[in-house]
Each structure stands twice: as C-alpha cells, then as structure tokens.
C-alpha cells in the first residue's frame, strides 16, 4: 500500500513539474510548431503552397480553354482565323497567319509625344547598323568564297538601305540628330573584314560578327518595341525588329556562326521585375521550393528545441 501511494505522490510529482516545466503559452507554441510544419509538409507534397501554381488538374482547366471562339475569318483577306478549324498538328506559323499589321499612326499625335533617350538610342542604333553592313554586304560579294555567304550580303545590304531610308525620314520628323559614321566597334569590325583574306575565312568571320551585331541590336529594338510611349517609334521598331530577325536566320544559314562565341543571354532588369512582380520566384524568394523547405525545418527545429528545453527541466524536476 505503501509503494502505490508512493508511486502516486511521484506521480502526481511529475505532472506537476511538467505543468510548471510547460507552461500553457509554451505548450501551445510547441504543438503549433509542430502542426504548422505538419502542414506546411503537406501543402509542399500536393504542390498546394500559397502562391504556387495549381496544376491543372486540380482546376479542370484545358488547351481547349485558351481559344478565342469569337474569331471569324480564315486569314486570307488579313483577317484573323477561325482556331476551331487548327489542328495540333499544324505549323505554328502557317500561310494562313498572316503578319499582323500595326494600326496607323497620326502623325501630329506621334510627334506630340515626347522621345525618351531610349528612343533615341534606337534611331541611332539603327542608323549605325546601316553605315556599316551596308558597304559590309556589298564587300562580301567580292572576298566571300561561299554563295550563300554572299546571297546573304546581298541580301543585308539591300534591306539596310531601305531601313536606312526609313530612319532618316523618321529622325528628321522627330528632330533625331544620327550619326555619319559607324561606332568604333563597328569600324573595328570593319578593318578586321578587310584584313581577312577571301576564302572560308572570311565567310566565318563575316557570319560571325555579324550574327553578334545583330543579336546585339536585336535586344535594344524588343525593349523599345515593349515599353516607348511614341507610336512612331513603336511602329518603326516593329519594322525593324522584323528585318532584324529574318538578318539573323540569314546569317545562321550560311552555317558559319560560331554559337558559342555569342554571348550568353541574361534577362534585362525590366523583364526581372516583371518576373518578380507577376509572381515568379527566384532562389531566394519564400515561394521557392528551396526556401519553403528552410522554412518547414526552421519551424520543426524550433519545436524539438522547445521539447529538449523542456524535456530537461523535467528530468531536472526545475
């Protein structure tokens, strides 16, 4: 009899040192921590984490969703098409896609809005990229030993002309003051193609520096094309993101350019901040898988350690 009320005493011993060892804040912020990293668990399994994506499946979404129904036309007269009639199996660009036309520009309105030096930047850009492929193209009809290299030549000069025609007129509209001669940059490229002998040689390094031009250039008319304010610009640069693109296929079908002599491609501030704030995450971001398992094992940490705290003020019967 004794030992049982003993055995009791102690008993009632222990659960009280664990009361005064837990008290109830404590206890609560334990058995929070515990279920919050449960959860948290959870959510990261299913793919269900606040701000991740909800798979499709779970939404009931389609591709069938995604079509315009209200399109008529089967693209012939400029119209758009009817998707109904697409098939998956279709050519993303088809003869029946046609080019999408820019709508007209007033003039008084688009030189009513200010340039910004962007802008500006572009016309000259463009300007420059005409004093120098121009003359560039017309020399390669003469050193290149390959067909295509020279077609393509043929080919550059001929549009820069017209893009070249295009720039003056609309930088003379704008009060646009362009260069008369190509940068440093390019001048060098120049002096280099003219020290190269005719041959292969050459038909590489013409390829190649001039695939990289136009990459170059390429990226400062999508940003201008993306965000001016000025629809003359806007227009203008639509154009010559075109001719821009069709120069860089060109130049890729000689198949000379050396890809990995391109430089690699990194995103522009603008399109970082529109990643950030449509909701795209990065490596340090909460909602990066990285740091939600940081987050799960901080919370989980925290919880043993509150229970090894604890479990040692028992044991210590503090």
Do not use: C
């Amino acid at each position: 009899m004794t030992g049982r009320h003993d055995k009791a005493r102690g008993d009632r011993r222990v659960h009280n040192t664990v009361a005064d060892a837990l008290p109830g804040q404590t206890l609560t912020l334990f058995l929070a921590l515990i279920a919050a990293g449960a959860i948290a668990i959870g959510a990261t399994a299913f793919g269900v984490w606040p701000g991740s994506n909800t798979p499709a499946a779970a939404t009931g979404s389609s591709n069938t969703a995604l079509r315009v129904v209200a399109e008529t036309g089967d693209g012939a007269d400029g119209t758009v098409r009817d998707t109904t009639k697409d098939s998956a199996d279709d050519p993303v660009v088809t003869s029946a896609s046609p080019e999408p036309v820019p709508p007209q520009v007033d003039q008084s309105t688009g030189k009513s809005v200010p340039l910004t030096d962007a802008d500006k930047e572009f016309l000259v850009k463009v300007k420059q990229a005409g004093l120098w492929e121009i003359p560039t193209g017309e020399q390669a009809q003469e050193k290149a030993s390959s067909p295509r290299v020279k077609e393509v030549g043929r080919q550059l000069a001929a549009d820069h002309r017209k893009l070249d025609k295009a720039v003056n007129a609309l930088a003379g509209e704008l009060g646009v003051p362009l260069p008369t001669v190509p940068s440093k940059l390019q001048q060098g490229w120049m002096a280099e193609l003219l020290k190269q002998p005719s041959g292969t040689g050459y038909d590489k390094l013409f390829a190649d520096r001039l695939r990289a031009a136009h990459g170059t250039v390429f990226n400062i008319i999508a940003q201008v094309r993306t965000g001016t304010r000025n629809p003359l610009i806007r227009q203008f640069a639509q154009t010559a993101n075109t001719v821009v693109m069709r120069h860089m296929t060109l130049l890729e079908s000689t198949g000379y350019v050396n890809y990995s002599d391109l430089p690699a491609p990194v995103l522009s501030q603008a399109a970082a901040n529109t990643n950030t704030s449509s909701g795209s995450t990065g490596t340090g971001s909460v909602g990066s898988p990285g740091m939600r398992t940081v987050l799960i094992v901080a919370m989980l940490a925290a919880a043993a350690l509150i229970g090894m705290v604890s479990i040692r003020r028992v044991r210590r019967g503090e």
